[in-house]
T-cell receptor, first 115, second 113 residues
Framework: NAGVTQTPKFQVLKTGQSMTLQCAQD?????MSWYRQDPGMGLRLIHY???????DQGEVPNGYNVSRSTTEDFPLRLLSAAPSQTSVYFC??????????????FGNGTRLTVT | DAKTTQPPSMDCAEGRAANLPCNHS???????VYWYRQIHSQGPQYIIH???NNETNEMASLIITEDRKSSTLILPHATLRDTAVYYC??????????????FGSGTQLTVLP
């Protein structure tokens, strides 16, 4: 069982470039989300989705777009990369958006550097 | 969501119990307490959660005070592999609400040989 799979593991971009971070889960989870983690700041929610076709903004959405065309996939797009977006990005999913017994499952992250 | 307060760091001797405290004095009646941990460079890992009763699973025990204003995560026999950052989070879990879990800075637990 693969769980939550993130690709790529590492990426270096130049300022102004665009790219998509991929996230896929094979657990038929309704809820998916993206976090960024910066040193000393814990994890901050970027965008989330409670089901296919539904997305919403989290705490730090600026500079990022998401879409949820299937249950399995939740890509995160950087439209024009900036050095401030240098971070580790984690994708997470759970069985449903609010269930008591559906904790978040995390991928192993994408380490992005913007020069 | 209620805000949580955790000590920034703690040490524990290998084989001893690690007791990690969390203060959530503004917790509401329908908010659950969740614990996650993050081992260096990996994604966070779910440990345990509870509402008002104490909970135990194969990884840990969760003790919630009667007034629910604080809780303690207990790792009964800490090993070197338990060295990680531990996050305490409180969150509403009811039908229709979105899972906007907010992670704070957590507690860096170091298990010493």
């Amino acid at each position: 069982n693969a769980g939550v799979t993130q690709t790529p593991k590492f990426q270096v971009l130049k300022t102004g470039q665009s790219m998509t971070l991929q996230c896929a889960q094979d657990m038929n989870h309704e809820y998916m989300s993206w976090y960024r983690q910066d040193p000393g700041m814990g994890l901050r929610l970027i965008h989330y989705s409670v089901g296919a076709g539904i997305t919403d903004q989290g705490e730090v959405p600026n500079g990022y777009n998401v879409s949820r065309s299937t249950t399995e996939d939740f890509p995160l797009r950087l439209l024009s990369a900036a050095p401030s977006q240098t971070s580790v990005y984690f994708c997470a999913s759970s069985y449903n958006s609010a269930g008591l017994n559906s904790p978040l499952h995390f991928g192993n992250g994408t380490r992005l550097t913007v020069t | 969501d209620a805000k949580t307060t955790q000590p920034p760091s703690m040490d524990c001797a290998e084989g001893r119990a690690a007791n990690l405290p969390c203060n959530h004095s503004t917790i509401s009646g329908n908010e659950y307490v969740y614990w996650y941990r993050q081992i260096h460079s990996q994604g966070p890992q779910y440990i345990i959660h509870g509402l008002k009763n104490n909970e135990t699973n194969e990884m840990a025990s969760l003790i919630i005070t009667e007034d629910r204003k604080s809780s303690t995560l207990i790792l009964p026999h800490a090993t070197l592999r338990d060295t990680a950052v531990y996050y305490c989070i409180v969150r509403v879990a009811e039908p229709g609400s979105a899972r906007q879990l907010t992670f704070g800075s957590g507690t860096q637990l170091t298990v010493l040989p």
